[in-house]
């Protein structure tokens, strides 16, 4: 074994949890992150640094000046240019033993199954609710497990969907809630922590599922990091669900 100075993964390799074995396990890993916002970028940085060997970034938008008080990986200079290549230019610089790629591209029904077929997870850094559902469907159909997450005031909810074993996130929320009435970064703010909180939560849900072990059941993470208040919820899967138990996949077709 590496010493601790120069072997990057030191940390990981000594861990109990993950260990040597694990470490070989994430860098043979694939993980597609849906969408680089506040949720995404944070996403891509943590798992990149933790040596997942396979990461594909997509996303269709540019970079703005308002982006940067909670999306990381950018910088004022990368103002106008496409969030999905400006990470990936600086992941490549945090760790250039593993492979990254991008797609500018919105995700949509047209792309969504091509996208995740040949990943081993998929991680939720979208805006919006549309989004997710239509992920569910293509994650379920395809059954590769992703990790809901969504963050907005100073309050935020994550949820590992293990497609075959879980609730999905049709059990969960049986349909999107009407656009007017969804809280988001654009119409309740953001306070930057709770993206930070609430991905790190992701992420570690995440790497327990590519290393083999799911936190299992599966529990529903809310957190509102002003008040301190956190909570675990174990969700059951909904013997009517749609998506996971009837096998109609409604936002893909
Ligand atoms: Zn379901």
């Known amino acids: ?83 999905a290549k400006v990470m990936a230019e600086l992941l490549g610089k945090i760790n250039s033993q593993i492979e990254i790629g991008y797609e500018i591209t919105r995700v949509d029904k047209e792309n969504v199954e091509r996208l995740v077929r040949n990943v081993d997870l998929v991680l939720d850094g979208f805006d919006n609710l549309p989004s997710r559902y239509l992920l569910n469907d293509a994650c379920v159909k395809h059954t590769i497990p992703w990790v809901f997450a969504t963050v907005a005031g100073t309050y935020g909810i994550t ?34 922590t709770i993206a930070r909180a609430i991905t790190a939560i992701q992420t570690t849900q995440a790497m327990r599922i590519l290393l083999g072990s799911p936190d299992y059941p599966v529990k529903l993470v809310t957190y509102d990091i002003w008040q301190a208040s956190f909570s675990a919820q174990e969700i059951l899967r909904n013997e009517d669900c749609l998506c996971c138990c009837q096998g109609r996949y409604e936002f893909l077709n």
């Open 1 to 83: 074994m590496n010493t601790a100075k120069d072997d990057r993964y030191f940390c990981q390799r000594i861990l109990s949890e993950i260990g040597e074995k694990g470490q070989r396990r994430l860098a043979g890993a694939s993980v597609l992150v849906a969408g680089c916002g506040a949720l995404g970028s944070n996403n891509a940085e943590t798992i990149a640094r933790a040596g997942i060997g396979r990461i594909t970034l997509v996303d269709h938008d540019r970079v703005e000046l308002s982006n940067l008080q909670r999306q990381v990986l950018m910088t004022e200079d990368d103002v106008g240019r496409p969030k």
């Open 159 to 192: 949820m590992p969907i293990l497609p075959g074993q879980g609730p999905c996130l049709r059990c969960l929320l049986p349909n999107p809630a009407p656009e007017e009435v969804v809280l988001t970064a654009r119409n309740a703010g953001l306070i930057n």
